[in-house]
């Protein structure tokens, strides 16, 4: 769901999850209201404070039911944000190394063709590094 509101907002995904959860959390507080409210009318009318009128427990359900999904669309929120921040560190490290092994080949002054062959050598390293153990691609 979080994609397609993502999609047609021109947000991020993680943006649109956070928007869930506000829609979900005002929700429940719009639900609560409504069973305040007659909650005091209730007790206004001489009413038993420990047993809520009729009319009332389908409000109490969707309390609940707005709650829990707002926990849900919350604990997604949370989960993008750390796989979010995860990529973006994942990002910064191939960047590091990127740079590094650039700097490293430029300071050795390779022709052309050695500075191919070093690259190919730290692309299968990097890409073996990377590999469950004894599993080499191919």
Avoid: F
Wanted: no cysteine.
């Amino acid at each position: 769901m979080a994609q397609e509101i993502a999609a047609e907002r021109n947000i991020t995904p993680h943006e649109a999850l956070l928007g869930l959860v506000q829609t979900a959390s005002a929700r429940a507080t719009w639900t609560d209201t409504i069973i305040a409210t007659r909650m005091r009318e209730h007790l206004d009318a001489g009413g038993d404070p420990l047993k809520p009128p009729a009319d009332v427990m389908p409000w109490l359900k969707q309390s609940r039911e707005e709650r829990k999904l707002a926990a849900t669309t919350a604990k997604q929120a949370v989960d993008a944000g750390v796989m979010v921040a995860l990529e973006r560190r994942l990002d910064l490290e191939g960047e590091l190394v990127a740079t590094v092994l650039g700097g490293v080949l430029d300071s050795l002054n390779l022709d052309p063709d050695q500075r191919t062959a070093a690259l190919g050598t730290a692309q299968q390293l990097l890409l073996e590094a990377g590999s469950p153990a004894g599993n080499t691609p191919e």
